[in-house]
């Protein structure tokens, strides 16, 4: 489904990227790597938000390296950045609805695809009138993913989706990743790695902006390497 091959991205003369390369397929694949070692400018390399100096990505067959982000999106892509980036004077409902609002057959689809997310997340069929800004952590982490699904993405993206939330709301965020891998395939950057192995199939290790390891969910748990510098054992 979406393969990045070989790319390498700098920011001025900085190498932040070097010659990295992944595959996800129908599944749910995570990114793992200590704070600043390429998790989150690799997704904006595959969003479009920065251009690779060399490599190629490809979505379903097509390289979308050159594109531009709205594109990359129509095609099938959604993503859920760190910060959430809610309207917070807007409702959740009408949050909800601008997830699916620009994108190929988004408005036709509302209905269904709220109650796909209502399922999903019900406490945010009790808050649609709520105002997002006025939302607790986890449930603006919720509405994000929820409004991230209204586009029908074949692919998600998660980006530290644990970043900035108490540890018994990460365990619910990370549930809520299990359940969605049956539905869309999910790749996902995270620095809890504990939690975030309970949630994927595989996963990747960025060491400064290199793959360092990779493997199963179970092979990756009994690393020595990521016991230690992940796991504190």
């Not at 009138?129 to 986890?138: F, I, N, V, W």
């Not at 995270?190 to 960025?206: F, H, M, S, T």
Request: charged residues 20%.
């Amino acid at each position: 489904m979406l393969s990045v091959e070989r790319v390498n991205v700098f920011y001025g003369k900085r190498h932040v990227l070097w010659d990295l390369s992944l595959e996800v397929e129908r599944e749910c694949v995570g990114i793992f790597g200590p704070n600043g070692a390429g998790k989150t400018t690799l997704v904006n390399a595959i969003l479009g938000l920065v251009r690779p100096a060399s490599g190629e990505i490809t979505f379903l067959g097509r390289p979308i390296h050159r594109l531009p982000t709205y594109h990359i999106v129509r095609l099938g892509i959604a993503a859920v950045p760190q910060e959430r980036e809610l309207f917070p004077y807007l409702s959740v409902q009408a949050n909800l609805e601008a997830g699916a609002a620009y994108v190929p057959g988004g408005r036709e689809h509302i209905k269904e695809r709220l109650e796909t997310v209502f399922s999903l997340f019900p406490v945010l069929r009790a808050r649609t009138r709520q105002l997002a800004g006025t939302l607790s952590g986890g449930e603006q982490r919720m509405l994000a993913i929820a409004r991230a699904l209204m586009a029908g993405p074949k692919l998600l993206i998660l980006d530290e989706p644990s970043l900035g939330l108490q540890p018994s709301l990460v365990s619910e965020v990370f549930r809520r990743v299990r359940e969605l891998r049956r539905q869309v395939a999910i790749l996902v950057t995270e620095q809890n790695v504990n939690q975030a192995l309970k949630a994927v199939d595989r996963g990747y290790v960025i060491e400064n902006g290199r793959i360092v390891l990779q493997g199963s969910a179970a092979e990756l748990k009994g690393n020595d390497h990521v016991r230690r510098s992940y796991l504190g054992l």
